[in-house]
């Protein structure tokens, strides 16, 4: 079977999904480009702690299914529209979290005011017009609003998380719910006035999670270069 471990990291992604409070039941999706060109994509309408490896499917780029027997993701035009137009995205996740998908209900953009929020999207996340499911209209607007942020917001549907690996659109999704059950706790209590960070933080907290997890080894030497680069 192709791509074994990877095809579990997929379903481990997707019950974090689920932990998180993310997806219900078989919302939602996720796709991962291998290093070779292949297409990692879960199938549709499928609980993740029900999957095995076998049900996640491998395809081209082009949409031309390589092994596996179930029916891919209801989304899959959109999402290989994604890897097409974006050479340099590795890693897509849809979901419906309810809190982000909340902002879309009510603002245009989910301005950065947390650090958590610039650490996993690299700045303001964007909310796009409304795109049914089974749309390419998904992958189209996700294409024309995310421009170097890592998510976007899709109107009274859900939300997009991308990266150059699974992990990192991971931690987009969630971080980016995390900020958004805040955002919305502030505004509950302030009658909508907040603090906002300005553009020189919202830039320091993008690098500085750079150097967040571990990463490869590194020397004794390397690291303290790195510590004291942080403190100047």
């Keep these: 079977m192709m791509f074994e471990k990877e095809r579990r990291e997929v379903i481990k992604a997707g019950m974090k999904l689920d932990r998180y409070d993310l997806i ?3 919302g939602g999706n996720i796709s991962v480009r291998m290093p070779s060109g292949e297409i990692l994509m879960t199938p549709s309408g499928m609980i993740y702690e029900d999957m095995v490896p076998e049900d996640v499917v491998v395809m081209t780029v082009d949409g031309k ?4 027997d179930r029916k891919p993701s209801s989304d899959t035009k959109a ?4 890897f097409q137009q974006r050479p340099d995205i590795n890693a897509v996740i849809h979901t419906h979290q309810p809190y982000a998908t909340a902002i879309g209900l009510v603002q245009d953009e989910f301005t950065v005011n947390l650090t958590t929020l610039a650490n996993a999207t690299h700045g303001n996340v964007k909310v796009t017009p409304f795109s049914s499911a089974n749309s390419i209209d998904m992958g189209i607007d996700t294409v024309k609003y995310l421009g170097d942020s890592l998510a976007i917001i899709m109107r009274h549907h859900g939300v997009m998380a991308v990266g150059d690996s699974l992990t990192q659109a991971l931690y987009a999704c969630i971080y980016m719910e995390e900020a958004a059950k805040t955002h919305f706790a502030a505004m ?3 009658n909508g006035k907040m603090y906002q960070m300005n553009a020189e933080q919202v830039q320091q907290a993008v690098e500085v999670f750079k150097y967040y997890g571990q990463g490869k080894p590194q020397t ?3 690291l303290t270069k790195r ?3 942080t403190d100047e």
């Design 24 to 26: 219900a039941l078989a």
């Design 65 to 68: 299914i390589i092994e596996g």
């Design 79 to 82: 999402l290989l529209y994604i």
């Design 188 to 190: 509950a209590m302030s």
């Design 220 to 222: 004794p030497e390397e």
């Design 227 to 229: 510590i004291a680069s």
